[in-house]
């Protein structure tokens, strides 16, 4: 009994020694896998960048790094541009982002894996989660309101109004 | 995230974008113009509106289709447009297995699928007049088309049913129409073709697709559904789902990733 | 009186053959070069989690990865388990039979441990990371996931198979029942190897993880396959072993004398065991370890069995020219570990039968080698005559403590009297064999008169 006691014992502190190592790595080695050189303005987060409890797949540094830098495609008001496509564990990750007027105003995962079930599972999670942390950062920006069907009455009080307002 | 949206930015030609706002259908429709087009384009899809209330109001003593429920008129004496939306209505019935109908109650009432099928059609009218981006949000359920700006696309909030003023998700995207269902607004309205009572178990569900008909009847129909549309939201095919319960976390489809956003858990 | 020394000279009984004429070394692996290897593959293992694995955080990632560590390790301990069991040669003669079976078995409970760990955390760590629930995140695994059913089913299978080789379970067991369940190990390895590939992290998307990976299964499979199946065969088809003769000793004990070609060539060292079958109706079936009782010439094999339950009972009964498979020679209590001059021999029971090989043939000079045998009747003492005779012949001591210890009222075999019945005891090699409550105390009352741990060689046949 001594023995499987250790050995349990031995095993779980082994576990965390190995674990801990690799977490401390990950706030020192990690940094944003696509060269996005465009301005973010205040307190955007840079595009690609994971919250700590995403997994590695959906934006990890990976083992392997294909070739490419930013690629830019402007138009007057908005320019975007594209990270380089990093591999990770499952497959290849890439992500786009639209900046105007030095906000970051939209987010576009390319490219992820999507082959197994697991991915899909944490994309369902992970990518929507990416894109409103990084639109989050600055206020909601929407052009119009959906909810349960308002009356006339309702509508008075709802944030459509407040939007129609807002532009007449 | 914060309910109210700054003012949208001005178009690259400088203009200001053209909204206006109609109430028509028991409801206000707001319209939002992102391209420069002739006004005589909004007024026809204005017009439109109307004309869809005028024949389908079940408010109105004298519309069709109250005079059809009532047995003065037979569907042939109605407009062809009266025939197409009975008959989307028996498809739509068909595809949500008989949450969706046009007969609750035993009454007449095709609105749920009228409203969006108007909308739809009024954005096919601007879209024809020149509008290539626009949206139109009638009453929450909104057709939208091309993209708020360049390189931009449209941003709808969705209503969080228990935190007024709040948003719950923000979808986005080109050429998709939004349409929103549930208990929170309107009260206890939509009833369970099964149970016969009303539906109670889904807050608010929002389903995004590409053309406005289909995705408000299935929102309905979801609705109406409860818990179970889990399942059966997941078998339509071009249709991502967010749906608020009365009780417990928010839940999505798996397509939802490719238009919206989550709440971020805390 | 318990104790004797029977010094007459006597005729060599005829049964007594010549030690064989001394040849080259055969392999044995140290234990610790063994153990060694195992730990620094074990580290390797590791390694590749840690060269593939770039970060870890939050909390779901913590538990999949402690998931996947926990399933490289149960991946590489299972192989090495078998290995263990492969009954590779070198490592039989060098480390022994019973060692060996004993880490098996360790290893096997730490084994089925990861094993467990692995399918709790993974499942645990994907839930956590997908915002599911553990239920539903378990179906969506079992059905989803190419090859986890399998996997999932292997699991069960070495749960089973742990529990019903333990202790309390195996007690109550036939041995041919647990061992016959025992294989189904085999089924289970075959069963999870797949899903190692199909959704381990670290051989997804990793060739050169995966080919040397299964060349270290492979090679496991080939190591098994050679020396359990094919040389067994090879050895029955170039010895043709069979009864030449069986001796009655004395009551209820037989010596089987076996005859073959080529004998020379199995190398069997005094002290060896073989698993024997006979081939005959009642007992081709079973498979039975005995020592052999003589050193093996080029002719001649001799087992001496007591009769202590069915088996033994019908080989006195063989008639001689029956079939005789033998697996073997096994066991590392052999001359090659010896390390002083002086050297002790103490057995009792059946453990008698390879001292009384050790005891004619281990190198050591007149008044250097000490045979203590201990019995609790008289009845019991088996090869009586032949022992008298080598004592004499080689001017080695040899003393009977006859005797329970119930009815003496002491322990023969305490510190106190071994010291005196063997004058610097401490400076001897011991060789231990007999009933494991024997053997236990002996080892005590060893190491409390002074023999240092390195220098009591011991053989247990609880295998």
Redesign the interface.
């Given at each position: 009994m001594r023995?499987?006691a250790l050995?349990?014992v031995a095993?779980v502190v082994g576990?965390v020694l190995?674990?801990g190592f690799?977490?401390h790595?990950?706030t020192s080695?990690?940094s944003p896998p696509a060269a996005v050189s465009a301005p973010t303005g205040s307190g955007s987060s840079s595009s690609g960048s994971s919250r700590?409890?995403?997994?590695?797949g959906s934006s990890?540094?990976?083992?392997s790094q294909s070739g490419g830098t930013a690629g830019q495609s402007s138009?007057?008001?908005?320019?975007?541009v594209t990270g380089s496509s990093v591999g990770t564990?499952?497959g290849p990750v890439q992500v786009q982002v639209?900046v105007?007027?030095k906000k970051i105003?939209?987010v576009s995962v390319l490219q992820y894996p999507t082959s197994?079930?697991?991915d899909?599972?944490?994309?369902?999670?992970a990518?929507?989660?990416l894109?409103?942390?990084t639109?989050?950062a600055q206020?909601?920006?929407?052009?119009?309101?959906?909810?349960?069907?308002?009356?006339?009455l309702?509508?008075i009080?709802?944030?459509?109004?407040?939007?129609?307002q807002?532009?007449? | 995230?914060?309910?109210?949206?700054?003012?949208?930015?001005l178009l690259?030609t400088g203009r200001?974008?053209t909204?206006h706002?109609e109430?028509v259908m028991?409801?206000?429709v707001?319209f939002?113009l992102r391209d420069e087009v002739a006004p005589t384009v909004l007024t026809d899809a204005v017009e439109w509106l109307h004309r869809v209330d005028r024949t389908f109001s079940t408010y109105r003593s004298d519309s069709q289709i109250s005079r059809l429920d009532r047995g003065e008129l037979t569907a042939a004496d109605c407009d062809a447009d009266v025939r197409s939306v009975l008959a989307l209505g028996s498809a739509l019935a068909k595809a949500s297995r008989g949450y969706f109908t046009v007969r609750p109650a035993g009454r007449l009432d095709p609105s749920g699928v009228v409203?969006g099928w108007a909308i739809e059609r009024a954005s096919d009218i601007l879209r024809a007049g020149g509008s290539a981006n626009h949206?139109v949000?009638g009453?929450?359920?909104?057709q939208?088309a091309g993209e708020?700006?360049?390189?931009?696309?449209?941003?709808?909030?969705?209503?969080h049913?228990h935190q007024?003023?709040e948003?719950v998700t923000?979808?986005?995207g080109r050429d998709i129409a939004?349409?929103?269902?549930?208990?929170?607004?309107?009260g206890d309205h939509i009833v369970n073709p099964v149970t016969g009572r009303p539906a109670t178990e889904l807050?608010?569900i929002?389903l995004v697709g590409r053309d406005l008909t289909t995705v408000d009847a299935y929102a309905t129909a979801a609705?109406a559904m409860g818990n179970a549309a889990r399942e059966w939201v997941l078998e339509l095919d071009g249709i991502a789902a967010f749906a608020v319960p009365a009780a417990g976390a928010p839940w999505?489809?798996?397509g939802?990733?490719a238009v919206?956003?989550?709440p971020?858990?805390a | 009186m318990a104790t004797w020394t029977d010094q007459r000279v006597r005729p060599a009984p005829r049964a007594v053959v010549p030690p064989p004429s001394p040849r080259p070394q055969p392999a044995r692996s140290q234990p610790r070069t063994v153990l060694g290897l195992i730990a620094l593959g074990a580290i390797a293992v590791?390694a590749l989690?840690?060269l593939?694995?770039?970060?870890?955080?939050?909390f779901?990632?913590?538990l999949?990865?402690?998931g996947r560590?926990?399933g490289l390790l149960a991946g590489y301990a299972v192989v090495i388990l078998l290995a263990l069991m492969a009954r590779i040669p070198a490592m039989e003669r060098g480390i022994g039979t019973d060692r060996l079976a004993r880490w098996h078995s360790?290893g096997g409970?730490?084994t089925v441990?990861?094993v467990v760990a692995h399918a709790l955390l993974i499942t645990w760590g994907?839930a956590v990371?997908?915002?599911?629930n553990v239920a539903s995140q378990t179906a969506?695994l079992l059905t989803?996931?190419p090859d986890v059913l399998m996997a999932t089913v292997a699991g069960v299978l070495f749960v089973l198979v742990g529990a019903v080789s333990a202790r309390a379970a195996r007690a109550r067991l036939r041995y041919e029942t647990w061992y016959h369940l025992h294989f189904y190990t085999y089924l289970a390895v075959a069963l999870a190897f797949s899903h190692q590939f199909a959704?381990g992290?670290d051989f997804?998307?990793n060739l050169p993880a995966r080919l040397l990976w299964s060349a270290l299964y492979a090679g496991v499979a080939a190591l098994l396959v050679w020396h359990r199946f094919v040389t067994p065969v090879r050895q029955a088809l170039r010895h043709r072993l069979r009864v030449a003769a069986v001796h009655r000793e004395a009551p209820g004990v037989v010596s089987v004398h076996i005859t073959g070609r080529h004998l020379d060539e199995l190398a069997a060292e005094p002290g060896q065991f073989f698993r024997w079958r006979f081939l005959t109706r009642d007992l081709w079936w079973s498979s039975n370890p005995y020592s052999l009782s003589a050193p093996a010439s080029a002719r001649l094999l001799r087992i001496t069995v007591k009769d202590l339950g069915d088996h033994s009972a019908a080989l006195a009964r063989l008639a001689p020219g029956t079939r005789v498979f033998a697996e073997g020679p096994y066991g590392a209590f052999t001359a090659a570990r010896r390390s002083r001059p002086k050297v002790l021999l103490l057995g009792g029971g059946v453990g008698i039968t390879p001292m009384r090989a050790l005891f004619e043939t281990l190198p050591a000079g007149p008044g250097d080698l000490t045979l203590v045998y201990r019995a609790s009747r008289p009845a019991d003492v088996v090869l009586r005559r032949e022992l008298d005779a080598i004592a004499a012949r080689r001017g080695a001591q040899l003393h009977y403590l006859l005797g329970s210890r119930a009815k003496l009222g002491y322990d023969p075999l305490d510190a106190r009297r071994l010291r005196a019945l063997v004058p610097d005891l401490a400076a001897h090699d011991v060789y231990l064999c007999g009933p494991d409550a024997m053997t236990e105390a002996a080892e005590r009352s060893l190491r409390a008169a002074g023999v240092p741990r390195s220098r009591i060689h011991a053989e247990s046949f609880q295998l």
């Open positions: 023995r499987a050995a349990l095993t576990l190995l674990l690799k977490s790595s990950a080695t990690a700590s409890g995403s997994t590695s990890g540094t990976g083992s138009t007057a008001a908005a320019t975007k564990h499952y639209t105007a007027n105003t939209a197994t079930g697991r899909q599972q944490i994309n369902s999670y990518i929507p989660v894109k409103s942390e639109l989050s206020n909601a920006n929407i052009d119009m309101v959906s909810g349960a069907t308002y009356t006339s309702g509508y009080k709802s944030l459509q109004s407040a939007l129609d807002a532009g007449l | 995230m914060s309910g109210v949206a700054a003012v949208p930015g690259p200001l974008p909204r706002v109430h028991g409801t206000v707001s939002d409203k949206a949000n009453g929450g359920d909104i939208l708020a700006a360049p390189g931009q696309p449209w941003r709808v909030g969705i209503a049913p007024p003023g948003l923000v979808v986005s939004v349409a929103t269902s549930g208990t929170a607004e309107r807050a608010s929002t609705a999505w489809s798996s939802w990733a919206g956003s989550v971020v858990a | 590791v989690w840690w593939d694995t770039p970060s870890v955080s939050g779901g990632d913590w999949t990865n402690a560590i926990t360790m409970r730490y441990s990861l994907y990371t997908a915002h599911t969506t989803s996931y959704v992290a997804m998307t």
